[in-house]
Antibody
Framework: EVQLVESGGGLVQPGGSLRLSCAASGFSFSSYWMSWVRQAPGKGLEWVANIKEDGSKKYYVDSVKGRFTISRDNAKNSLYLQMNSLRAEDTAVYYC??????????WGQGTLVTVSS | QSVLTQPPSASGTPGQRVTISCSGSSSNIGRNNVNWYQQFPGTAPKLLIYSSDQRPSGVPDRFSGSKSGTSASLAISGLQSEDEADYYCLARDDSLGAWVFGGGTKLTV
C-alpha cells in the first residue's frame, strides 16, 4: 500500500521557521519527482515546489523563492520542506505529492501550518 | 488570480451531463497535458484524469477529459449526488517552470 505521511506542521509566529517532513512507502520513491502543494483555508490548491528524482533540480513558486527549500533523502524515502521567514499568507494545509507521472499519482493526508502571533 | 481559469461554480441535476472548463495559454495547456482532480472537504485531492484524457483505474467512465488548443474540459455524465465536490485542473507551465492549478470549480448537484 502506498503511503505518504506528512509531519512537522503546527503554529509558528510570523518570521519563524518550520521544517515539514514526508515519509514515503509502498512505491519507488527515488524514481519520482516529488512536490509540495498547499491549500489555504477555504482556498484552492497551490503548487509550492518540486524536486527531481536525484535532487539535482528544484523549482519553486515565486511567492516562496528565497524562503523555502525543498530537499529529499532517497535512502530514507523522505521529502522535506524547510520554511523560513514565514508569513501569515503561508498558513495552509501542506501536502506531499508525486503529481501525475508513470501513470500514478500519490498524495499525503496533509499537515496544517498556521502562521500567527 | 490563477494562471489557469476555471468557472468558480457549476451545477446540474442527477443524471445530467455537466462540463467544467479550464482555460490557459500557449505556455501551459497549449504545450502540455492537463490533469483533473476531485476534492471533498477535509480530504486530499483525487486524480480523475491525467494526460488530458486518460482515466486512472477505478475512476468511473462517467468522467472524461479533453483538450483543444489552450483550453481543456472535464465532462461528467450521469451526474450523481456524490459528485458534489471541488474540481481542479493542473498543468505544467513552461514559462514559469512550474506546475499551475486552476482556481477550482465547486460542483453542486
Amino acid at each position: 500500500e502506498v503511503q505518504l505521511v506528512e509531519s512537522g506542521g503546527g503554529l509558528v509566529q510570523p518570521g519563524g521557521s518550520l521544517r515539514l517532513s514526508c515519509a514515503a512507502s509502498g512505491f519507488s520513491f527515488s524514481s519520482y519527482w516529488m512536490s509540495w502543494v498547499r491549500q489555504a483555508p477555504g482556498k484552492g490548491l497551490e503548487w509550492v515546489a518540486n524536486i527531481k528524482e536525484d535532487g539535482s533540480k528544484k523549482y519553486y513558486v515565486d511567492s516562496v523563492k528565497g524562503r523555502f527549500t525543498i530537499s529529499r533523502d532517497n535512502a530514507k524515502n523522505s521529502l522535506y520542506l524547510q520554511m523560513n521567514s514565514l508569513r501569515a499568507e503561508d498558513t495552509a494545509v501542506y501536502y506531499c505529492a508525486s503529481l501525475p507521472q508513470h501513470g500514478s499519482d500519490y498524495w499525503g493526508q496533509g499537515t496544517l501550518v498556521t502562521v500567527s502571533s | 488570480q490563477s494562471v489557469l481559469t476555471q468557472p468558480p461554480s457549476a451545477s446540474g441535476t442527477p443524471g445530467q451531463r455537466v462540463t467544467i472548463s479550464c482555460s490557459g495559454s500557449s505556455s501551459n495547456i497549449g504545450r502540455n497535458n492537463v490533469n483533473w482532480y476531485q476534492q471533498f472537504p477535509g480530504t486530499a485531492p483525487k486524480l480523475l484524469i491525467y494526460s488530458s484524457d486518460q482515466r486512472p483505474s477505478g475512476v468511473p467512465d462517467r468522467f472524461s477529459g479533453s483538450k483543444s488548443g489552450t483550453s481543456a474540459s472535464l465532462a461528467i455524465s450521469g451526474l450523481q449526488s456524490e459528485d458534489e465536490a471541488d474540481y481542479y485542473c493542473l498543468a505544467r507551465d513552461d514559462s514559469l517552470g512550474a506546475w499551475v492549478f486552476g482556481g477550482g470549480t465547486k460542483l453542486t448537484v
